[in-house]
């Protein structure tokens, strides 16, 4: 059994990572201009660079370190929309924030700029952005109660008593939901061939600054580096370089094929790096190498989960990436409000953040952080002066 539970650990790792994102990365790449076959390729891609990426670094390294696609970075997608230039742009950006990527892992004076962004300030943005997509819940609730509401229910009693499970469960009773639609309209489903569309990026200052820079922002600050700091607090050496260098080039690999950003894993990170993966941790990164392979395996199966997802009710997978996404939305939000003294400029990003305006062909994740730091400057404390002693 001790052999076995590695793999078994990894096997979950896939799974929970897959389940309880996959939908978003989806609505994601809708939003910024895909059509269904290109966001299927995307999904592929994905999963095929992130499953290369994790066997190659757990192997190199004999660490326990699992690559995944960005989620908040898909949710990013969803809360910017098209931008002048449609999908081949959006592909353009991409390709740059996997450049980005990777100059941080060559060239440290951007990953201390990167670290000079506040903490408060990329999570603000990032709770901006969540906001839209964890409210689907809400509305799927008042439009379609009887089918989203016994979903929410699942969802809540697993939460109680196995939350790992949860938002995996969610999907599964969703996907459930379209298999007996589509059987019912004597369309069962079946098997789909996987493909992989490849589409020429195109370079537009829209898309770089509306997409690429916010999309490497918050792949930095909510997946690099809490991934990073979740391996390392298990004891292990991080390669951090090396990680940026892999998932980085992936990222531009991938990005002709639709796939947005690939990093370290946050979320499911602690998987493999636990006792439950192996009583030695010298033989834990045979969890993170198994889960690359699952990855890899689920890549073939990625068009046919796509084809029931798209086939699934209005708004009833909305509404579970909504649930999936609350836990990542109160983690933001406690970080952004943290320090009284920096409140109101988290604010300003957070809400400007939410608001999905654009502005010179700009979207609202750029604008809020750029609003967030002019506050956080101006209304930085003061220093009182210090008071002469009288002799």
């Known amino acids: 059994m001790e052999r076995m539970q590695p793999h078994l650990v990894g096997l979950v790792t896939a799974l929970v990572g897959f389940t309880s994102s996959f939908a978003v990365v989806l609505a994601g790449l809708r939003a910024v201009g895909a059509d269904p076959r290109q966001a299927t390729s995307g999904l592929v891609a994905l999963c095929a660079v992130q499953g290369l990426?994790?066997?190659?670094?757990?192997?190199?390294?004999?660490?326990?370190?699992?690559?995944?696609?960005?989620?908040?970075?898909?949710?990013?997608?969803?809360?910017?929309?098209?931008v002048a230039g449609g999908w081949p742009a959006a592909v353009g950006a991409f390709v740059v924030c996997g450049g980005l990527l990777v100059l941080t892992a060559l060239w440290r004076p951007l990953g201390r700029l990167v670290a000079a962004v506040p903490a408060p300030l990329a999570q603000a943005m990032l709770a901006g952005v969540l906001l839209t997509l964890c409210l689907a819940p809400v509305r799927g609730l008042v439009a379609a109660p009887l089918l989203v509401g016994p979903v929410v229910l699942l969802w809540l009693v697993l939460l109680r008593v196995a939350p790992r499970w949860a938002a995996p469960a969610a999907f599964a009773a969703a996907l459930v939901v379209a298999v007996v639609v589509t059987t019912r309209a004597g369309h069962p489903p079946a098997l789909v061939a996987p493909l992989v569309e490849l589409t020429a990026p195109s370079f537009t200052p829209g898309a770089l600054v509306g997409i690429a820079v916010p999309l490497y922002l918050v792949t930095m600050a909510s997946q690099n580096v809490p991934g990073a700091a979740v391996v390392a607090s298990a004891g292990y050496a991080v390669p951090w370089r090396a990680s940026l260098l892999v998932t980085g080039a992936g990222t531009v690999a991938g990005a002709a094929a639709g796939g947005h950003a690939v990093n370290l894993a946050a979320i499911t990170a602690a998987l493999p790096a636990s006792p439950d993966a192996h009583p030695d941790p010298a033989r834990r990164w045979v969890a993170s190498r198994t889960a690359g392979v699952?990855?890899?395996?689920?890549?073939?199966?990625?068009?046919?989960?796509?084809?029931?997802?798209?086939?699934?009710?209005?708004?009833?997978?909305?509404?579970?990436?909504?649930?999936?996404?609350?836990?990542?939305?109160?983690?933001?939000?406690?970080?952004?409000?943290?320090?009284?003294?920096?409140?109101?400029?988290?604010?300003?990003?957070?809400?400007?953040?939410?608001?999905?305006?654009?502005?010179?062909?700009?979207?609202?994740?750029?604008?809020?952080?750029?609003?967030?730091?002019?506050?956080?400057?101006?209304?930085?404390?003061?220093?009182?002066?210090?008071?002469?002693?009288?002799?």
Not at 61 to 82: D, E, N
Not at 331 to 352: E, G, I, K, Q
């Open 53 to 82: 990426a994790t066997v190659v670094l757990s192997q190199r390294y004999r660490t326990p370190l699992t690559a995944a696609w960005s989620t908040p970075g898909a949710a990013l997608l969803v809360a910017t929309g098209t």
């Open 294 to 391: 699952c990855y890899l395996v689920l890549a073939a199966l990625a068009p046919t989960l796509t084809a029931l997802v798209a086939a699934a009710p209005a708004g009833l997978v909305e509404a579970v990436a909504g649930l999936a996404l609350l836990p990542a939305l109160g983690s933001a939000l406690a970080v952004a409000a943290a320090d009284a003294d920096r409140r109101v400029p988290a604010l300003v990003t957070f809400l400007l953040a939410a608001s999905s305006v654009t502005i010179a062909g700009v979207g609202s994740a750029f604008w809020g952080l750029v609003a967030g730091l002019v506050a956080w400057r101006w209304l930085r404390p003061r220093v009182a002066a210090p008071v002469p002693s009288r002799t």
